[in-house]
């Protein structure tokens, strides 16, 4: 937590390059869970809104939360509104793998957000 902490103090202090960013944020989601809330995510979407149109990284994302989707992710109002959060901010031309991994993710939820995020979802796919 303390790592997670300096990493983001880092990253909003403007110290590293763009690529340097997403390589951190890359190497944090392949070795930690999105729960609901990722500061280092968050981070570096505050400072590079573009990020939500790199399909490969909303890949990473996105496989990193189906993976470890449980059920009490399902019902968390504090993970679906991150997860909303995603499918708001994503373009329209997004790849089938990003559509096919919101998707499920989308239809094990189990909060009152579930249907808002199908709307965008389905808004988003065509």
Not at 54 to 59: I, K, W
Not at 77 to 103: A, H, M
Not at 110 to 123: I, Y
């Amino acid at each position: 937590l303390e790592f997670e902490t300096f990493v983001q103090t880092v990253i909003e202090k403007d110290l590293l390059t763009e690529n340097q960013e997403r390589t951190l944020l890359e190497k944090w989601i392949y070795n930690n869970t999105i729960d609901g809330t990722s500061p280092i995510f968050e981070a570096v979407a505050s400072r590079q809104p573009n990020i939500f149109e790199d399909s490969s990284l909303m890949e990473i994302v996105l496989r990193n939360m189906i993976n470890n989707l449980s059920p009490q992710k399902d019902k968390c109002p504090k993970y679906s509104k991150f997860l909303l959060q995603i499918i708001t901010k994503i373009p329209s031309n997004l790849s089938e793998l990003v559509y096919s991994n919101l998707k499920s993710l989308v239809d094990s939820n189990k909060t009152f957000l579930k249907k808002r995020m199908d709307q965008e979802l389905q808004r988003k796919s065509h």
